[in-house]
């Protein structure tokens, strides 16, 4: 499949560009040494990933408040480990994760490159559920914010990916087509399910190599969207 007569591109950020996981790890590393912890990184991330998706899910339908997302993601691990922590500190953990999180900047392989390649050729942008602060943040630290002419994010929008609004606000701010278009992102439901049932064709970046029934255009690395855009 090609995309040729394709001229707006939007990017998801969170694991599709900006390696979300090595970069939170970092960050939770920091704040666990400055509060000694004496548990590891890795014995915390291993409960920590797969609760923070199950909150973001809940918050992406609105059935969580951003509060609530900060709060129980930390506070359900905690509990995992036996570690008896106060309300306060886990509110000050969680400020300070947000804190430290955009410091680091790691990328996914090839993001770089694929930007570099893309943007002489078609107009780049970016939406994000994600806080608008942290994110524009760290697309300033992680030195990619020049490729995208728009950042559109689910505060502005008012809306959360994938409701069809936040889609809708992105377009218009691009000054762009829906059958012109295109969405690229890492989640199924949020990204490309929320894309196409807006009417956008839409990239599942399969990095995880998840196994799918959906019939979706799927990519494991971005340096394909080079035979493809």
């Known amino acids: 499949m090609t995309f040729y007569h394709k001229k707006h591109l939007f990017f998801d950020l969170d694991h599709t560009l900006w390696d979300f996981d090595r970069n939170s790890a970092a960050a939770f590393d920091v ?3 400055e509060h000694g912890f004496d548990f590891s990184t890795e014995e915390f991330l291993k409960h920590y990933v797969p609760r923070n998706q199950y909150y973001w899910k809940l918050y992406q339908v609105n059935k969580v408040s951003h509060e ?4 129980y993601r930390l506070k359900d691990v905690f509990d995992v480990l036996g570690v008896d922590v106060s309300r306060e500190i886990i ?4 400020e300070d994760y947000i804190s430290h999180l ?5 990328l996914f392989d090839g993001a770089i490159e694929v930007l570099e390649y893309l943007q002489p050729h078609y107009n780049l942008h970016i939406i994000t559920n994600g806080f608008h602060f ?4 760290k697309l300033r630290n992680a030195n990619i914010e020049h490729f995208f002419q ?7 929008a008012g ?8 889609f809708e606000h992105a377009l218009s701010l691009a000054n762009a087509d829906k059958q012109e278009s295109i969405m690229i992102g890492d989640s199924l439901e949020a990204d490309v399910e929320g894309a196409i049932n807006f009417g956008m064709d839409a990239i599942f970046f399969n990095a995880e190599k998840i196994a799918t029934n959906q019939p979706v255009y799927q990519i494991n690395h971005l340096l394909e969207l080079k035979n493809i855009l």
């Open 91 to 94: 509110h000050q953990l969680s």
């Open 134 to 137: 942290v994110q524009d943040k």
């Open 68 to 71: 609530d997302l900060r709060y």
């Open 31 to 33: 704040i666990f040494k």
């Open 102 to 106: 955009p410091n680091s900047n790691h």
């Open 159 to 166: 809306e959360k990916k994938p409701h069809p609004i936040i």
């Open 150 to 156: 728009t950042v559109t994010n689910s505060e502005m």
